[in-house]
Each structure stands twice: as C-alpha cells, then as structure tokens.
C-alpha cells in the first residue's frame, strides 16, 4: 500500500516537473515575441504592431492550450481567454509612450522611468492574469492566486530585463543595432519568469479541481 502510495507521488511529481518545463517554453517562445511587438508598439505607435501583439497572444493561448487541454474541460475557451488580455494590454500599451517619460529611450533613463515600466509590467500581468482567471474560476479552487502569480511574474520578468541597462551588457545594447538584441533578451526574460511562476501556481491549482476535490482551504477549516 505504501509502494502504491508513494509510486502515485512520484510519478505525479514527474507530470507536474514535464509540465512546468514545458509551460515554460512554450511561454517563453511564444510570449517574447508579444512583448517584443508592444514594445515596438509603444515606439513606434502602429497599428499594425498592436494587432501584432493581438495575434501573439492567440499564438500563445494556443501554445499553452496544448498543455491544457488534456487536464481541465473546455479548455478551448483558454485561449481566447488569453487573446482578450493580450488585446486589453494593447490597448493599455497606446498611451504607455505618453505616459513612461522617455519611452523607447533608455540610454538616458529618469528615475521615474523605471518607475512606470515597473507599474505598467505588474499592470499587463494583472489584465492578462484577470482574463484567464475567469477561466480558471470554473475548473479550479483558489484561482484568484493566478492573478498574483501572473502579475508577479510580469514584475519580475521586466526588472531582471530592464536591469541589464544597468549591467555591463548595457554598453553592447548602447551600439548601433544593440536595441534588436536588448528587446530579444528582454523578450526572452519576461518569457522565462512568467512561465516559471505561473507554471508553478498552475501545477499547484490543479491538483483541486473543481469537479473532483473540495476546496482545500474549507477543508482545513472544518478540521
């Protein structure tokens, strides 16, 4: 019996690792490139690079729907879940150049800078955050700690990226054509911290479905 029990959390233990391995990937492959067109966006003011950005975010709903569909219903409605986040943060993204001062330019960054890109990168991560959990809130308990989760990682993605205007890699980027490989590193970086961090919350919301499990913080109160 404890053989059985202990084979159970080992090979759960292996399905949670593959899928935050490869929730990470996918996240990272697919979702650098939506920040690289809002980005691209917020200089150059197209758009044509919003619906970009629009485009990006169904490609990365679908990317991460592979991964779902298997282990919660309906989980088609994911992706136009995540595409609906996307097009808020697009939105949001048109007055971002009015709003952060120098945007585009961080050669010559202000304190408020860095500021403003900290609020507006929690902010994206709350609105694409906010969409999926209306998703999340049907197939699982607890779901509003996605909302955190994709907000924390949003945060964190775009301090480690933006902190390489401060490292030593920052003279490369200062150099005619370094701004393709700071977006592309910035890109990926956001990439990896979001899928980490909701990659991890995900795999912890899915052990209580909805369906098949109590929520586990009503069942701790009525011990």
């Known amino acids: 019996m404890e053989n059985q029990v ?3 959390f080992l090979g759960l233990l292996q399905a949670e690792w593959l899928l935050w391995i490869m929730w990470v990937l996918a996240t990272t492959a697919v979702g650098f490139l939506g920040v690289v067109g809002l980005m691209f966006g917020a200089i150059a003011e197209s758009a044509v690079v919003y619906a970009l950005a629009v485009v990006f975010g169904v490609l990365l709903g679908t990317a991460q729907w592979m991964l779902l569909h298997k282990r919660v219903p309906r989980a088609g409605q994911w992706v136009w879940a995540t ?17 952060v001062p120098q945007f585009g330019n961080p050669s010559r960054v202000p304190a408020g800078y860095y500021l403003s890109m900290a ?3 929690v902010l ?10 209306m998703f999340l809130r049907e197939r699982v308990h607890r779901a509003s700690r ?5 907000a ?3 945060g964190v993605g775009w301090c480690l990226g933006w902190g390489a205007m401060v490292s030593p890699l920052a003279r490369v980027l200062r150099k005619p054509g370094g701004y393709t490989l700071f977006f592309a590193t910035f890109g990926v970086t956001v ?10 919350v995900l795999n912890v919301l899915l052990r209580y479905p909805i369906s098949a499990v109590p929520d586990p913080q009503q069942e701790a109160n009525t011990r």
């Open 152 to 154: 924390m990682g949003w």
């Open 146 to 150: 996605w909302v955190w989760a994709t």
């Open 83 to 99: 595409a609906v986040g996307w097009i808020v943060c697009a939105f949001v993204n048109l007055g971002a150049g009015r709003i």
């Open 124 to 133: 994206w991560g709350t609105m694409i955050g906010t969409a999926q959990w």
């Open 191 to 200: 990439g990896i911290a979001v899928g980490a961090i909701t990659g991890y």
């Open 6 to 8: 202990a084979r159970r």
């Open 119 to 121: 609020v507006i990168s």
